[in-house]
């Protein structure tokens, strides 16, 4: 606690020992905290005083899904807070070959201090969590992708301040980054609205959830299936691929089903001239959005990509310190 005090870091003590499986199990206040908490992560590493509070520590990195980011943002991230990230591939493991759940979150417990993992099912996360003794952050599943939602809001607040009463637009499928999208901006009190193709809608008992959410912090959640009602006045356009891991089988017919639903030149210029452009990679360009848009000024995708470090650094401190 005396290298936090020394850099003025406070972690989210709330959460001490908690899981994340998803932001609709966290206060908003605990939200909000853990984007302060990330941003001062990020100033303090950029200075080279990024404080040893995960020394001595394991956190074991659950696969079943290729990754770019979250592997290396939380094999870095555990590195910079002095601890250790150990890379498992779900095959290469008993839990690939039919061990219990329960047995694996167990025996897990046993070696680790924490457990990520990105999993094809949810429901197969949240048993994890309910034989683990340790805590265990969500990495990415079918349902919710809360890290890259913390992400996502540092990335905003850092080019636009003050959360509350902005608003974001998302446009494309209503998949997992939608979900935790959604319920991560009603706990700041920013608008959001989903524009989705029929039959490709976010899940709507969390979108229930997030809109009662959004009504105790004084902000709205917008559902439509019509991209320009969506992006006008937007502080923020986001974008998702068409076809997540798993659906590619379903590529042609989704090419098909989400024509008119591009982000492009003429569809953010309904947005404010200083919008962002948000993407949680890997990107198609001139799928679901153009290079023109993609690669031009009001793109922060880098930045985006990057902030997954100092957010998910924020949740280890609070979950594991």
Same mark, same amino acid.
């Given at each position: ?6 850099? #003025? ?8 020992? !908690? $899981? ?31 404080? !040893?509070?995960?020394e ?7 696969f ?12 870095v ?16 493991m ?5 061990? /219990? ?13 924490? =457990? ?9 996360v949240?048993?994890?969590?309910e034989?683990a ?22 990335? =905003?607040?850092? +080019? ?14 209503? +998949? +997992? ?5 959604? =319920? ?9 609205a &989903? ?7 976010? *899940?709507?008992?969390? =979108?229930a !959830? ?15 299936? *019509?991209? &320009?009602?969506?992006?006008? $006045? ?10 997540s ?11 098909? $089903? %989400?024509?008119?639903? #591009?982000?492009? $030149? ?6 404010? /001239? *200083?919008?962002? %452009?948000?993407?949680?990679? /890997? ?14 000024? +009001?793109s ?22």
């Amino acid at each position: 606690m005396k290298l936090l005090e020394e850099v #003025q870091l406070k972690p989210v003590a709330s959460l001490q020992g !908690k $899981d994340l499986l998803t932001l609709l199990d966290y206060t908003s206040q605990e939200v909000q905290d853990l984007i302060t908490l990330a941003t001062q992560l990020k100033k303090v590493t950029k200075e080279g005083k990024c404080p !040893k509070l995960l020394e001595g520590k394991t956190l074991g990195m659950i696969f079943e899904k290729s990754s770019t980011r979250t592997r290396v943002s939380f094999e870095v991230g555990m590195q910079q807070l002095g601890g250790y990230g150990m890379y498992m591939n779900a095959r290469d493991m008993q839990i690939g070959r039919g061990e /219990p759940i329960s047995d694996t979150g167990k025996v897990l417990s046993g070696y680790l201090d924490g =457990i990520m993992i990105r999993a094809n099912s949810h429901e197969m996360v949240k048993e994890l969590a309910e034989y683990a003794s340790i805590p265990v952050i969500n990495g990415l599943t079918d349902i919710f992708h809360p890290c890259q939602a913390l992400a996502d809001l540092e990335t =905003i607040a850092e +080019n636009k301040g003050e959360l509350k009463g902005l608003k974001v637009a998302y446009v494309g499928d209503g +998949n +997992n980054v939608a979900h935790s999208l959604v =319920i991560a901006c009603a706990h700041v009190g920013m608008d959001v609205a &989903v524009a989705t193709p029929v039959g490709y809608e976010c *899940d709507l008992d969390i =979108i229930a !959830k997030a809109r009662e959410i959004a009504l105790v912090n004084g902000s709205e959640v917008f559902v439509t299936t *019509d991209p &320009v009602a969506a992006v006008k $006045d937007a502080d923020a356009v986001y974008a998702d691929v068409w076809t997540s891991m798993g659906q590619e089988e379903e590529t042609q017919q989704r090419l098909i $089903d %989400f024509k008119g639903y #591009q982000i492009n $030149d003429e569809l953010v210029a309904h947005a404010k /001239p *200083d919008y962002m %452009f948000l993407h949680c990679l /890997p990107a198609h360009r001139e799928e679901e959005v153009t290079s023109s848009v993609i690669d031009g000024p +009001n793109s922060y995708i880098y930045e985006q990509a990057e902030n997954r470090l100092h957010a998910q650094k924020a949740v280890l401190v609070s979950l594991m310190a």
